[in-house]
DNA sequence: GGCGTCACGCAAATCGTCTTGCGAGCCGGT
DNA sequence: ACCGGCTCGCAAGACGATTTGCGTGACGCC
């Protein structure tokens, strides 16, 4: 590939008329450097547009600068924006971030981590679904671990969802607003199990009002065809995510019900299209940014300020976003 | 942070009773090795745990097996999936990809780029206000690189949309429905000032039908707003994107206007958003994952079929998507 | 016994930078 | 003239692996 020759610090030595030494020196400004040469090897690095090989370094100071970041699914609104705040939060601190979506394949996220234990200065892994067994190889390696949207408990930090409370806020919402027999559309997924045990506490609700579908927009439109065809139906339903939310909305139009007189909607997560469809869905949002700053300064914290100290977890609250469909 | 002692390639060697030498060559396959020891080695790389350490290996082979990939906002879905792609293009080849969000600020990316240009193989870099001064120095280092959505030419491959062409296929689409009066609202960026010009090619329209509004849903709402109150109000309008298009959905419903009896809409990009609203969006996409990934393709070739050759240029044709809206 | 082949060890060089002990000039002060 | 500070050069060692020329036993074959 012939990459063009590389301007090495014996460049910018010989260029000033200087050791390599006092070049290394006036940039770790581990010994002093008189004001004059300092000022004259800065001109040659700035002419000859020197950049110290960051692999160079990486090896010699055994860090790297950069952090790995294992996600399910990139194309997921929550792990973007998430993603999004861990940068924000690394980036000012010179760190860079090596991004794997794995799609939640446990072995590509295996691989993808052992690859990784030798590059990076800390890891982040991501997805509610995470088990003791995938995070160990990190921890073992000595390698500071952030744990997002996962609660387990380990030698490891951890910043997550109060999807419980969320799932019991959502209830209460609606129970405030005067809706009696409030339904839930759930899933298997790890947090909408939580969700849904949050909703339960509240309102303690007949099993039938407990519909189990697919976690999509059909689902949910299946979910609310089961719903409506009750002998006693719903007035309210609260559904496992944002998408099934809508779904269950189409079905309703479908079947002239109105939302919210009807019956009242609610989902999870304020996804973009949340605040687009009509009615406007009331949902309850997760602060995906947040997550991941405050994942992002928890890594920081373990990899500079000498990452020893108990493990810390984070855990944000559920917040209502009020709109029109309940 | 007392990482724990990393096991290196000394340490299989006195394990496996061979030397370091030999353990070299049943990894690298560059000597022959016989069968009994090749398969001691492997044994002990196994018990050992031992991952080879990458940053030494890319020192010696001046190759990192890593790729930079700057985009202007993760945050956007276009980028995600263009990103989605990449990744599922390179990783086979056992690439890793930094990712950094820019926020599209020229200085942050200028600095990016200096700081990656020592790190990685290749680098992808996005955004449609790219010009040839922010790309010149990755081309000047002599590291391959592909430019994503933004249409230059230089020493570099590119991929990126037609849309130009797209806005004369939406512009046709209409006619061909029927619509006489069509009109756009547009805004200052890049694409959509070509997807414009492709309309304008299909039309000639009467410049009262060109409403310039911002890129928002605020912006579509008052752009439908300006049109409804023409003398002569259009039967359609084609938006810069899907946002404004569903905003202008929105202040047509607030007047009264059904959408597509009494005004077509239509928009570009084919956000989540789209299918989901009421009627839903008819909208022209964009092969945002198949950009990603052909990108990856062709750094990949320059990054190792040795890269020398002509620069290629690859642009997607518009895809209409006919939904409800028009 | 001579010779060729195999399989492998040894040791040195490389990648580009940082770190450090040991001096060596130089200058000013006494 | 001596001494203490400064400023800087020299050279060697690390970081952890890859690569290679040169040997050297072992073994088999003629």
């Known amino acids: 590939m012939a990459r063009r ?39 040659v690095i700035e002419e000859l547009d020197y950049r110290p090989n ?6 010699r100071a055994r860090r790297t600068h950069t952090v790995g970041v294992i996600v399910p699914d990139i194309t997921n609104p929550f792990y973007t924006a998430a993603f999004r705040g861990l940068q924000e939060a690394v980036a000012p601190a010179g760190y860079h971030c090596i991004v794997t979506s794995t799609d ?27 088990r003791l067994e995938d995070v160990q190889p990190v921890v073992d390696a000595g390698v500071p671990l952030v744990l997002l949207g996962a ?3 380990g030698g490891f930090d951890v910043v997550t969802n109060a999807d419980e409370e969320s799932g019991a806020v959502a209830a209460e919402y609606l129970v405030g607003r005067g809706y009696r027999r409030i339904a839930f559309l759930s899933t298997e997924s790890e947090p909408a ?16 009002l407990i519909v189990p579908v697919a976690e999509s927009l059909e689902g949910g439109a299946r ?17 496992g995510n944002d998408v099934m939310a ?22 999870f997560d304020d996804i973009d299209a949340a605040a687009l469809v009509s009615p406007r869905l009331t949902t309850m949002a997760t602060a995906s940014r947040e997550h991941g700053q405050v994942a992002g300064e928890m890594l920081l914290r373990r990899m500079n300020d000498d990452g020893a100290g108990e493990p810390r977890r984070v855990v944000f609250p559920a917040k209502l976003i009020a709109r029109d469909s309940a």
Do not use: F, N, W
């Not at 006092?22 to 940039?27: D, E, F, I, K, R």
């Not at 045990?197 to 099993?207: D, H, I, K, L, N």
């Not at 979910?223 to 559904?239: F, K, R, S, W």
């Open 193 to 208: 199990a939580r969700r849904l045990a949050g909703y339960r506490e509240v309102v303690s609700p007949p099993e039938e």
């Open 54 to 59: 960051e692999l160079a370094r990486s090896m």
């Open 246 to 267: 809508i779904g269950a909305m189409y079905e309703a139009a479908d079947r002239g019900l109105r939302v919210p007189d009807d019956i009242a909607v609610m989902g």
């Open 104 to 130: 939640a394949e446990r072995s590509v996220e295996r691989d993808v981590v052992r690859q990784m234990l030798t590059r990076v200065d800390g890891i982040v892994m991501s997805g509610a679904d995470k």
């Open 223 to 239: 979910g609310m065809a089961t719903l409506a065809g009750l002998a006693e139906p719903p007035d309210a339903v609260i559904c």
């Open 5 to 43: 020759d590389r301007v090495g610090i014996t460049d910018v030595a010989a260029k000033a008329g200087v050791s390599v030494t006092t070049v290394s020196h006036v940039l770790s400004s581990r010994r002093p450097v008189s004001e004059a040469t300092r000022a004259k090897v800065l001109a």
């Open 151 to 153: 609660d387990l408990t």
